[in-house]
C-alpha cells in the first residue's frame, strides 16, 4: 500500500462545519479521509472581496431592482485564486477535490489535478430557482455562466450526482464526456440505523406522513397539507408531521403537527429526528425545485419512502416503485393520496417498499459508497 494521497479541499466556506450546506461539503471530506488520503482544508476564505459583490448586490437592488449574484463574481474569482495559490504552496498536494467551488476554480492557475463537483451548473439554477435569480443583472449571468465555463474546463475529473447535472455540464459547458462520471451523494449523518431494527419497523396505526424542509412553498407544503385532507376523505386515518418550517396561518389541521426546528447537531434534536424517521411511513416532498435531495438518502436509511416529485435532480435520487415514487409536477393532494393510500393498505407492497427503500440506501445512497468509487477515480487520474 502506498502513501496516503495530500487532498486540498478547496472551498471558500469552511467545510468541517456541519450546518454548512446541510452538512454535505463535511460528509465528503471524511468519507475521502476514510477511503482515499489526507485531507487539508483550504478554506475557509476570506478575501474581503465578498463584503464588495455582497455591497453591489444591495446597492443593484435598491437603484434597478436587479440582483447581481455575489458568490459567482470574476472579480471574487480573482481574489481567491490569490490565497488559493499561497496555500497550495504550503504542501506537496497529490490532487485539489473542490465541491461546489466553481468561484475559486475559475481564476485559479495550477499543475495539481482538480477534482470538480456540484449537484448543478450555474445555467440550471439560474433557469431552474426563478426566485434566486430572478430580476438578474445581465453582466451577472455572463460573470456566472464565464465562472462555471472556466471551472468545468479546468478541472480533470467532473463528478455529479445526478444525470440532470451531468448533462447539463456536457450539453451547456461542452464538458468533455469522458471527463463525467455520475456518483450519489450520501446521507448526511454520523449514526446509521441497524438493517434489523429498520427491517423490523412496524407500520403506524395511523398514516404517518412526515415533510421535512425550510422553504414551504418550494417544498411543496401545499400539497402535503392536501394530502392529509384528501387520505381522510378516502377513509385513511393519517397524521402529518411538518418539520423544519411553520407552515402559513391557513394551513391548520388536527391532525398535523409542526416542529419548526431540529438541529442535528444537537443530541437531544437528533433523537428526535432519528424518531420521526422511524415512526412515520412516508416521507412526502412535492417539490417544487430540487437539485438532489440529501434528506431522500436519509429517509432510505430508516426504510422510508418517498413520495415526491419528478423533477430537477430528483429522478437521481429516487427509482421509480424501488425506494420511492415521483409525481408530475401538476399532481395535486387527491393523487399523492390516492398512490399513498394503495402502498399503506397493502401491507406485504409497503413491507418490501421498506425493504427496497433501505437497499438503495445501502447500496448506492451513502458516503461509503460514494467515497470508495471517488477515491478509485480519482487514484486513476493520477496513474494516467
Not at 27 to 48: Q, T
Not at 214 to 222: A, I, N, Q, S, Y
Not at 333 to 340: E, F, H, K, P
Request: glycine share 6%; aromatic share 12%; with cysteine.
Amino acid at each position: 500500500m502506498g502513501k496516503p494521497l495530500k487532498i486540498a479541499f478547496l472551498t471558500a466556506t469552511d467545510a468541517r462545519d456541519k450546518r454548512v450546506r446541510s452538512g454535505t461539503l463535511y460528509y465528503m471530506a471524511k468519507a475521502l479521509e476514510k477511503h482515499c488520503g489526507d485531507v487539508y482544508y483550504l478554506g475557509p476564505l476570506d478575501s474581503g472581496i465578498e463584503r464588495v459583490t455582497r455591497f453591489f448586490n444591495n446597492a443593484s437592488l435598491a437603484i434597478f431592482k436587479k440582483s447581481y449574484a455575489y458568490e459567482h463574481s470574476l472579480l471574487l474569482s480573482r481574489s481567491y485564486a490569490g490565497i488559493i495559490s499561497k496555500k497550495l504552496k504550503e504542501e506537496n498536494f497529490d490532487v485539489i477535490f473542490a465541491p461546489v467551488a466553481s468561484t475559486e476554480l475559475a481564476c485559479l492557475s495550477t499543475d495539481i489535478p482538480i477534482v470538480y463537483t456540484a449537484d448543478a451548473t450555474f445555467k440550471l439554477i439560474s433557469n431552474y430557482y426563478p426566485d434566486y435569480f430572478s430580476g438578474q443583472l445581465e453582466i451577472s449571468g455572463k460573470e456566472g455562466n464565464s465562472i462555471e465555463q472556466s471551472a468545468i474546463y479546468k478541472a480533470d475529473l467532473l463528478l455529479y450526482p445526478t444525470s440532470w447535472a451531468a448533462n447539463s455540464a456536457i450539453n451547456d459547458y461542452k464538458a468533455d464526456k469522458s471527463k463525467v462520471k455520475i456518483i450519489p451523494f450520501g446521507a448526511n449523518m454520523d449514526h446509521v440505523p441497524s438493517r434489523e431494527s429498520v427491517l423490523n419497523r412496524k407500520k403506524s396505526d395511523k398514516c404517518g406522513l412526515l415533510f421535512l424542509g425550510v422553504d414551504w412553498e418550494r417544498k411543496g407544503g401545499e400539497i402535503a397539507f392536501e394530502t392529509l385532507i384528501e387520505l381522510s376523505k378516502l377513509g385513511v386515518d393519517a397524521e402529518l408531521t411538518v418539520c423544519g418550517t411553520t407552515p402559513p396561518e391557513e394551513f391548520k389541521h388536527e391532525n398535523m403537527k409542526v416542529i419548526p426546528f431540529l438541529d442535528k447537531n444537537d443530541p437531544k434534536d437528533y433523537k428526535e429526528l432519528q424518531e420521526l424517521f422511524l415512526k412515520n411511513d412516508f416521507l412526502i416532498l412535492p417539490s417544487r425545485t430540487e437539485a438532489y435531495g440529501v434528506v431522500f438518502c436519509e429517509a432510505n436509511a430508516y426504510g422510508l419512502p418517498a413520495i415526491t416529485t419528478d423533477t430537477g435532480g430528483i429522478p437521481g435520487v429516487v427509482e421509480e416503485g424501488k425506494n420511492g415514487f415521483m409525481l408530475p409536477l401538476d399532481a395535486r393532494g387527491d393523487r399523492y393520496a390516492n398512490l399513498i393510500r394503495k402502498l399503506y393498505e397493502d401491507e406485504e407492497k409497503y413491507y418490501q417498499f421498506v425493504k427496497s427503500s433501505r437497499e438503495t440506501f445501502e447500496e448506492k445512497l451513502n458516503w461509503d459508497t460514494w467515497g470508495r468509487q471517488v477515491c478509485g477515480l480519482i487514484k486513476q487520474l493520477l496513474d494516467k
